[in-house]
T-cell receptor, first 118, second 117 residues
Framework: GDSVTQMEGPVTLSEEAFLTINCTYT??????LFWYVQYPGEGLQLLLK?????DKGSNKGFEATYRKETTSFHLEKGSVQVSDSAVYFC?????????????????FGQGTILTVHP | GAGVSQTPSNKVTEKGKYVELRCDPI?????LYWYRQSLGQGPEFLIY????????DSGLPNDRFFAVRPEGSVSTLKIQRTERGDSAVYLC???????????????FGPGTRLTVL
């Protein structure tokens, strides 16, 4: 079945440091890939996504490139801020079909806690 | 516009009791998903609705769990004879159901934190 593996956490960085959170996946089909973020006290929200190989998703200074050859979707940011402290989830959505209509249920990694200190 | 809403935000119940968790999706979103998030884990899929029908309920852990969406908008997740292991955050998400629906963004509600004593 489908699975997502994220790097072990938590991750603690100083402000302006470079961030990488590794994510690899296993899927039977050709999935879409997502990074979701959960800020303290808030719900899950989409950070970025990529739907085909070599696509780069980007948002708020974060980037991730869909690498089919290495089945990876690593999250990067060049200079983190204290406000980036949150839990980050890598997820995939593989093609599914029911009643002739496609849909995509998400499979999540276990999450990586990021803490950024001033 | 309004996002996905879920009620209650917190629910504390005793072992063996029945609970209902409500989800109000974004207006116009045909697809509705329920997930369960245990402490320190990522969300896990429970059930998917395509309009009024449960098109995929493969993630429901057992027959104590049931969900409905009678008019194709609001959904209710029902748990009978609750057990301590049911304690988790229950998340609802909705999305537009386009032709490439597995690429669609799912919008999550804030979740209902269920605690079974």
């Amino acid at each position: 079945g489908d699975s997502v593996t994220q790097m072990e956490g938590p991750v603690t960085l100083s402000e302006e440091a470079f961030l990488t959170i590794n994510c690899t996946y296993t899927a039977t089909g050709y999935p879409s890939l997502f990074w979701y973020v959960q800020y303290p006290g808030e719900g899950l929200q989409l950070l970025l996504k990529a739907t085909k190989a070599d696509d780069k998703g980007s948002n708020k200074g974060f980037e991730a490139t869909y690498r089919k050859e290495t089945t990876s979707f690593h999250l990067e940011k060049g200079s983190v801020q204290v406000s980036d402290s949150a839990v980050y989830f890598c997820a995939l959505s593989d093609f599914s079909n029911a009643g002739g209509t496609s849909y995509g249920k998400l499979t999540f990694g276990q999450g990586t806690i990021l803490t950024v200190h001033p | 516009g309004a996002g996905v809403s879920q009620t209650p935000s917190n629910k504390v119940t005793e072992k063996g009791k029945y609970v209902e968790l409500r989800c109000d999706p974004i207006s116009g979103h045909t697809a509705l998903y329920w997930y369960r998030q245990s402490l320190g884990q990522g969300p896990e899929f429970l059930i998917y609705f395509q309009g009024t029908g449960a098109a995929d309920d493969s993630g429901l852990p057992n027959d104590r769990f049931f969900a409905v969406r009678p008019e194709g908008s609001v959904s209710t997740l029902k748990i009978q004879r609750t057990e301590r292991g049911d304690s988790a955050v229950y998340l609802c998400a909705s999305s537009l159901l386009g032709s490439g629906a597995w690429t669609d963004t799912q919008y999550f509600g804030p979740g209902t934190r269920l605690t079974v004593l």
